[in-house]
């Protein structure tokens, strides 16, 4: 079982709908948990990260962790086509080397 | 926020040269540094942890003797790319963070994009 589990997707939206992506793990004693946006041919980007169980909300975004369901959750509000991008999940535990899935990629259609 | 520099963004050389890769945290000190290698669109791959001061710890696969790592300060670490060769053509990112904590997220550089003819 891989320690990060992403669907690679793709995920296809309309602009102005919700999008969901989430993200399973197997390892209980991770502590953070990171979204990244990748776009295509860059490098990614820090978009949130969470903690605690619960919402992180930020702008557009939001997080949802589960520990006790070992999933973390990224919402986008109102997507627009330059959401389209490959949406990485990370997570650590103590100073462990971070823990990255595979990706699910995203495409917000107009 | 914690910003880290990479360059150069690409690369374009004849096979058989040396390439080298510099990574830089520009607001912060950086004990350790992340490098990855990512082929057109696969995941990203851990190559190596450089630790300031100490050895670089490889992943497994990755060959310590073709990718030199130095990590001389606390801001640059460099990814030398030894006679390379056309299977080494690959976008390599580094990554930093702000601590060893858990809570400290990684920041990418922008990358570096390497085409070996």
């Known amino acids: 079982q891989k320690e990060v589990e992403q669907n690679s997707g793709p995920l296809s939206v309309p602009e102005g709908a919700i999008a969901s992506l989430n993200c399973t793990y197997s390892?209980?004693?991770?502590?953070?948990f990171f979204w990244y946006r990748q776009y295509s041919g860059k490098s990614p980007e820090l978009i949130m990260f969470?903690?605690?169980?619960g919402d992180k909300e930020d702008g557009r975004f939001t997080a949802q962790l589960n520990k006790a369901s070992q999933y973390v959750s990224l919402l986008i509000r109102d997507s627009q086509p330059s959401d389209s991008a490959t949406y990485l999940c990370a997570l650590r535990r103590g100073s462990y080397i971070p823990t990255f899935g595979r990706g699910t990629s995203l495409i917000v259609h107009p | 926020g914690a910003v880290v520099s990479q360059h150069p963004s690409r690369v374009i050389c004849k096979s058989g040269t040396s390439v080298k890769i510099e990574c830089r945290s520009l607001?912060?000190?950086?004990?350790?540094m992340f490098w990855y290698r990512q082929f057109p669109k696969q995941s990203l791959m851990l190559m190596a942890t450089s630790n300031e001061g100490s050895k670089a710890t490889y992943e497994q696969g990755v060959e310590k003797d073709k990718f030199l790592i130095n990590h001389a300060s606390l801001t640059l670490s460099t990814l030398t790319v030894t006679s390379a060769h056309p299977e080494d053509s690959s976008f390599y990112i580094c990554?930093?963070?702000?601590?060893?904590?858990?809570?400290?997220?990684?920041?990418f550089g922008d990358g570096t994009r390497l085409s070996i003819l």
């Open positions: 969470i903690y605690s169980n």
């Open positions: 990554s930093a963070g702000t601590g060893t904590g858990s809570d400290q997220p990684q920041h």
């Open positions: 390892d209980r004693g991770s502590q953070s």
């Open positions: 607001d912060f000190q950086a004990t350790t």
